[in-house]
């Protein structure tokens, strides 16, 4: 029996834009593959563009490949998410906490309607007792001074740790948190990252967390799997530890070179400047490796073909033709 939760298989994703009378296709997403397994947490790193929320929305059933499929526990999810048991055990932890809580419920409403939809508890008297354990657990204290506040009354700081109980309270086993402190002041990042760790802890659902800091990544410690992606390709595969000790991709490295680090054993030399160069576009993929138009190593093959994710552990893998 495979531990896999969720298993990505050569999955693309296409959109197309107008541009005046034409239409152009892109690209955000090209032949992903991605275990995610039971109890596990993955970061997808990467900028903008790089296909890591469109990739973490075809995970959750919220938007469909245009090739490949998704599979939960050995099923497909996209069957799966049009059943009401199921629906719940996928959420989603938005990046902007101002517009993603009614305005016009409070936080009580906001949190009891889901338990006593999907049947979590017998009565509003159990609803209430899950609520109360739920905003202890993400910072949210005493929640009675919370509970009959609506979210604009809130910070941005205690909306985000309401959309973190909400995405709980469901009891799910897949959560993806697509950004949640990018919107927040950099004094608020800590607590938020902490209360998510904690919570996701205590439980066994497996987390995606989508983030363009590599940095983050370390709050879950020296083992989550981090996949670093650029224009819609996993570029390098490995455990956090793997990438901060021994980056290999020339992208990897450059996404070292400004980054902080908590621990100074995981300090790198490795870290590199890619090329100046127009901002990465999925709409003006180079030919060959998405990179090459940036890579101060860029040789002979590189933008002729795109080179293939190898394996160079157990746990570590990157497309480049270097290795
Ligand atoms: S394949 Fe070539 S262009 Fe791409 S990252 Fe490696 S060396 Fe650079």
Redesign the pocket.
């Known amino acids: 029996m495979t531990d896999s939760l969720i298993t990505v298989k050569n999955v693309s994703r296409k959109f197309s834009i107008r541009k005046g009378l034409r239409s152009i296709e892109f690209y955000a997403l090209k032949d992903i593959n991605l275990e995610i397994p039971k109890s596990s947490i993955i970061g997808l790193v990467g900028e903008s563009g790089s296909g890591k929320t469109t990739l973490g929305k075809i995970t959750l059933a919220l938007l469909k490949p245009t090739v490949g499929e998704v599979l939960y526990e050995g099923k497909d999810i996209f069957k799966l998410a049009k059943k009401k048991e199921y629906r719940r055990l996928f959420q989603y932890i938005p990046q902007d906490p101002y517009a993603s809580l009614n305005p016009f419920k409070t936080v009580k409403q906001l949190l009891m309607e889901p338990t006593l939809y999907h049947k979590l508890a017998r009565d509003k008297h159990e609803a209430m007792e899950i609520i109360h354990e739920l905003m202890t657990n993400v910072g949210l204290t005493p929640p009675e001074r919370y509970l009959n506040f609506y979210s604009p009354q809130l910070s941005g700081g205690e909306r985000q740790r309401i959309n973190i109980a909400r995405a709980l309270v469901v009891k799910p086993t897949y959560v993806v948190a697509d950004e949640p402190t990018t919107m927040l002041d950099a004094s608020l990042k800590s607590g938020i990252m902490s209360t998510l760790r904690d919570a996701i802890i205590k439980t066994n659902i497996s987390l995606v967390f989508i983030t363009h800091e590599i940095s983050l990544m370390q709050f879950f410690g020296p083992n989550p799997t981090v996949a670093v992606m650029y224009l819609g390709k996993i570029m390098e595969q490995g455990t956090l530890k793997d990438l901060l000790s021994e980056p290999l ?3 990897t490295r450059a996404l070292m070179h400004a980054m902080p680090v908590a621990d100074p054993k995981y300090r790198t030399e490795r870290s590199i400047l890619l090329k100046e160069a127009p901002p990465p576009s999925p709409i003006n993929r180079p030919p060959g ?1 998405p ?2 138009d940036r ?1 101060p ?3 002979d093959p ?1 933008n002729k073909e795109e ?1 293939a994710l190898k394996n160079i552990s157990s746990t570590h893998r990157v497309a ?3 290795y």
Request: some cysteine; glycine content about 0%; hydrophobic content about 35%.
């Open positions: 991709h020339p992208y490796c990179l090459s890579c190593f860029a040789f590189c080179p480049c033709y270097l």
